[in-house]
């Protein structure tokens, strides 16, 4: 994701919450905080209509840190 951003390409990381602390700390040790969407964890479990309203909650956060300027 930094080196897309570096050539002005947007994009979001999509992780379950149980990633967050890991996200964070990666990120400040290469010194690059991306856009990150958290959603509920777990996820590997869950039907796809479970899953459909997991997405369907996360994607106006997606577009919203793609599109931001």
Not at 24 to 51: C, D, W
């Amino acid at each position: 994701m930094k080196d897309l951003d570096g050539r002005g390409i947007p994009g979001a990381m999509i992780a379950t919450t149980e990633f967050e602390d890991a996200a964070k700390s990666q990120a400040r040790t290469i010194g690059f905080m991306p856009a990150v969407i958290y959603v509920p964890h777990p996820i590997q479990n869950l039907t796809k209509e479970e899953l459909v309203k997991i997405a369907e909650k996360a994607i106006e956060p997606i577009l919203a840190s793609i599109t931001a300027e």
